[in-house]
């Protein structure tokens, strides 16, 4: 069995090997086992409206929903989880539009940070209260700037390489 899976069931342009290599990024940089299982599926509008009604009594389709099952919580730092099932994830390019105008992120950036998101979700974390919100999304922030920099740093890795075989 993957330890993670990333499925795209819609006709949007999102780079699926992309997003598992940021899923491992995350998931080592929160110290959670290596052998957990998580899933992230990109789906349609009718399917989220679906899953958005039954699971969260609200009408409507949603950006993004988590469903935890071993309920997997952050560690201590410099500590490891167990492995375990850490969960799903469900987005809905469909329905980022209008935050991707707002945020000014591309598809494929917003999607990024909506597993990012799912992610923190699915470890039991929350932004209903101020204070959580506030660990939440500075926990979000900084997971986001270090991809973004590893990312930054492999393209300059590998245009150097192929500068070097020239």
Do not use: Y
Not at 44 to 55: A, G, K, S, V
Not at 119 to 134: N, V
Not at 148 to 165: D, F, H, K, S, V
């Amino acid at each position: 069995m993957p330890h993670r899976e990333v499925l795209n069931e819609t006709n949007a342009p999102i780079d699926l090997q992309a997003v598992d290599a940021l899923i491992e990024h995350h998931l080592s940089a929160l110290g959670i086992h290596p052998d957990s299982v998580i899933a992230v599926t990109f789906i349609d509008t009718d399917r989220m409206t679906t899953l958005h009604e039954d699971w969260m009594n609200e009408p409507g389709p949603t950006d993004v929903l988590s469903f935890p099952i071993d309920q997997i919580t952050l560690p201590a730092a410099g500590e490891t989880t167990e492995p375990g099932i850490l969960g799903d994830i469900v987005i809905c390019p469909e329905f980022l539009g209008p935050q991707m105008l707002e945020s000014g992120r591309t598809l494929q950036q917003e999607t990024e940070f909506l597993v990012t998101h799912g992610i923190l979700h699915l470890l039991g974390m929350d932004h209903q209260e101020p204070d959580d919100h506030a660990r939440m999304f500075a926990l979000q922030d900084s997971l986001l700037s270090d991809w973004l920099t590893t990312q930054w740093e492999n393209a300059n890795r590998e245009n150097a390489n192929r500068e070097g075989t020239n």
